[in-house]
Nanobody
Framework: QVQLVESGGGLVQAGGSLRLSCTAS????????MVWFRQAPGKEREGVSCIDWSGVATYYADSVKGRFTISRDNAKNTLYLQMNSLKPEDTAMYYC???????????WGQGTQVTVSS
């Protein structure tokens, strides 16, 4: 049984930082590209950042570039998202997802809420 479990969300003031984690079980973690998505109430889901299996290739949405850093520890089956200089518009539910290729996401986590107060 595959599980992706996010943690690290919470309430933070604008300008603050949070580090999200996504711990995977039941799958060969380094076979998957990992992605962070977010969805705010009333808005479409947005791809925030992704990282290839090796951790070398990364991608960031323009809205978070320079503020967020994605990383992974394959030995710990864990994906991270370091979020700095948080803004109220970063408020959303954050999800991690595993992809075996293309735009197909094989597995999803349940999400962790990030709320940034102004």
């Amino acid at each position: 049984q595959v599980q992706l479990v996010e943690s690290g969300g919470g309430l933070v003031q604008a300008g603050g930082s949070l580090r999200l984690s996504c711990t995977a079980s039941g799958l060969t973690f380094d076979n998957y590209r990992m992605v962070w998505f977010r969805q705010a109430p009333g808005k479409e889901r947005e791809g925030v950042s992704c990282i290839d299996w090796s951790g070398v290739a990364t991608y960031y949405a323009d809205s978070v570039k320079g503020r967020f850093t994605i990383s992974r520890d394959n030995a710990k089956n864990t994906l991270y998202l370091q979020m700095n200089s948080l803004k109220p518009e970063d408020t959303a539910m954050y999800y991690c997802a595993a992809s075996s290729g293309g735009t197909y996401y094989n597995y999803w986590g349940q999400g962790t809420q990030v709320t940034v107060s102004s």
